[in-house]
């Protein structure tokens, strides 16, 4: 290509004429750069978005449906179930379990996500302001980290095991140590709940860390700087700079782990089963038994609607702040 | 002489702030040191439990040193062949969903980056973002009875490579879309002036600048398809077995060999915790969803 005939191509695109695309590729509105058939970004979405649909509306449909009628094993096979209206509903709402279950959930959401996020900023922080030397850094954040890397089913067996009542490693640990003087009953009633929320704690707690640790790191020093020239103490500077420059990742951390706590359901399955006697149970696990172990799949399929609307609300809340947050920080 | 008084007053007040942040200093270490014990202590627990006899994991005192050392149990964990095949299982189920989360989702992603308007905005590519966040029970119960339909049945390993679409697709889509945004357009248009096709110059130039992002991608799907294990422990179980719903079922008679239980976990966490070592960059921008850069 000579320099002239370059010249002249790059001013064509330039004025929105590119005439150098292959044909198919031309754009219908000359006015923008890059403006393809209006088929390819179809066809590139298409496929994505077909499967998406299909394992995700397709059961939602399918829940919907089911949840007013009074679908059981029998009569799903033999497909003789008949409409209940909002039967299965009433059902649900009115129920003690029910209510128990959103207490537990109260509980955990508050213990074990809120919780995690909190413990997760201040240890970042501590990290970052405390710890000089990279190396260290790193090497506590993959030691900190590593819990998350495992799988819910090891996870559960091992603070089963850690947690056994008679000979488990925390109450010889604990009894050693002359913190309590007699074994802790860490599956009883009332105390199921909180082991659950122990191990998610051990579990989770990376995450905000990682998050809110990488946000602290990405903060312009040139801030703290000008705040140490000015005299400012460091309660100051982190009242005053670093909590509020990092609002919104700690709020990212906070709403991911809300949207994974409402989920959450296999930590209590491979836990406790829900027990004793319903005591550890979460609306998610109500669901799940209800729909797989006793196949009351209309009920099973008010609980599983009633959880995705409470999720869909969330979830909505949490993408319309990324959004903002994406748009501030010139990603969308 | 006032001035003397007040210099000295405020050298004293900046003395007492100093020494009380050094005491608050103090405390902040002991506590991540606390926190360093309570994440490690079980982990730990869990190395030496691996390598103890079976008697000994059920003593009446539990010991936080082994005895005698077994490390005998990494063999004996495979005694059982479908232990073994739980761990190829897993491998495969996981690779499978992880390379087509990844076409799937480079496509997608490629699309939002480049032509977000007629690729459906970026409505279209929060609501797939919102697909992680969809309560698994919601979708356990139909597609269950959906896959049981099918020739292959629910036991299956394609059921869970399609399953765990759900939630690494939009997780692959949305950071690939981030990263291909990465990329200046004005690359693969330099390309188009050379005379290059369009798939040419996405090959020859936008797929090598986002590689590493890609790779990362990679793996973070694969990790969560690895450890996957509500789906697995509904869907599969006789014909196919992964290797996290294996893990609970180490029992002999009533008795648990927490001894062979803890030495399988290990082998099986070796993937992940190696994988997280490499990407620690990425695992962050990964794990909040590209918000937040690694």
């Known amino acids: 290509m000579t320099p002239e005939r370059k010249e002249a191509v790059v001013s064509e695109i330039v004025r929105g004429t590119p005439s150098t695309y292959p044909a198919w590729f031309s754009a219908r509105k000359r006015s923008k750069p890059l403006i393809v058939s209006r088929r390819v970004p179809i066809l590139l979405v298409g496929l994505p978005v077909l499967v998406l649909l299909a394992i995700v509306i397709y059961p939602t449909i399918w829940m919907f449906y089911h949840s007013l009628r009074d679908t059981n094993i029998n009569h799903l096979f033999s497909g003789e179930h008949a409409s209940v209206g909002l039967e299965n509903y009433r059902t649900v709402l009115s129920s003690e379990r029910f209510h128990d279950s959103l207490w537990h959930l109260a509980l955990y959401l508050f213990f074990g996500a809120c919780l995690q996020v909190l413990l997760g900023t201040l240890l970042a922080l501590i990290i970052y302001e405390y710890l000089k030397s990279n190396l260290a850094r790193a090497l506590i954040l993959i030691l900190l980290v590593l819990p998350m890397m495992l799988p819910p089913s090891i996870v559960g067996t091992l603070w089963r095991f850690l947690l056994t009542p008679s000979n488990g490693a925390i109450n010889q640990a604990l009894l050693d140590l002359g913190i309590i003087s007699s074994h802790i009953e860490w599956f009883n009633a009332g105390v199921s709940l909180w082991s659950i929320i122990i191990a998610d704690v051990w579990n989770w707690t990376a995450l905000p860390l990682l998050i809110v640790y990488s946000g602290r790191v990405s903060l312009p020093p040139a801030v703290y700087e000008a705040a140490r020239v000015d005299g400012a103490g460091q309660w100051k500077v982190l009242r005053r700079i670093t909590l509020p420059m990092l609002k919104e990742v700690i709020a990212i951390a906070f709403i991911l782990r809300f949207t994974d706590a409402f989920k959450f359901v296999d930590l209590v399955y491979v836990m406790t089963s829900g027990g004793p006697a319903q005591s550890s149970e979460l609306p998610t696990y109500i669901a799940f038994q209800r729909g797989i172990r006793e196949f009351a799949i209309g009920e099973a399929a008010a609980y599983a609607i009633i959880i995705f609307a409470i999720s869909a609300i969330i979830v909505t809340l949490f993408l319309k702040y990324m959004k903002r947050v994406m748009k501030a920080q010139g990603l969308a | ?294």
């Not at chain 2, 900046?14 to 309570?38: D, K, P, S």
């Not at chain 2, 490579?161 to 939630?167: A, E, M, R, S, T």
């Open chain 2, 1 to 294: 002489m006032a001035a003397t008084a007040d210099i000295a007053q405020a050298n004293t007040q900046a003395a007492q702030t100093a020494e009380r942040w050094r005491a608050v200093r103090y405390l902040f270490l002991i506590f991540l040191g606390f926190w360093l014990l309570f994440t490690l202590f079980p982990l730990y627990f869990m190395a030496i439990t691996a390598f103890k006899s079976a008697a000994e994991t059920n003593l009446t005192q539990p010991t936080f040193w082994p005895q005698e050392w077994f490390p005998e149990n990494f063999v004996g964990v495979f005694a059982e062949p479908t232990n073994f095949s739980a761990l190829v299982d897993s491998f495969i189920i996981a690779t499978g969903n992880t390379l087509l989360s990844l076409l799937l989702g480079s496509l997608a992603g490629y699309a939002f980056a480049r032509f977000p308007r007629q690729a459906g905005g970026e409505n279209m590519a929060f609501w797939m973002l919102s697909n992680r966040m969809f309560p698994p029970v919601a979708i356990l119960v139909p597609m269950f009875f959906l896959f049981d339909n099918t020739p292959w049945g629910t036991d299956s390993h394609i059921s869970l490579i399609i399953l765990y679409l759900v939630f690494n697709l939009p997780l692959a889509t949305w950071l690939m879309m981030v990263f291909f945004r990465d990329v200046p357009h004005e690359l693969e248009e330099a390309a188009y002036l050379d005379g290059w096709k369009p798939l040419r110059a996405f090959v020859k130039v936008t797929l090598p600048l986002v590689l590493p992002g890609m790779i990362s991608v990679a793996m973070l799907c694969w990790i969560f398809a690895w450890n996957e294990y509500l789906f697995a422990n509904l869907f599969v179980g006789s014909d196919v077995r992964t290797y996290t719903i294996v893990i609970p079922t180490f029992t002999h008679g009533s008795q648990t060999l927490w001894n062979l239980q803890m030495a399988f976990s290990l082998i099986a966490m070796i993937p992940p915790v190696v994988l997280f070592i490499v990407l620690r960059r990425y695992m962050v921008r990964g794990l909040s969803l590209g918000v937040v850069k690694g």
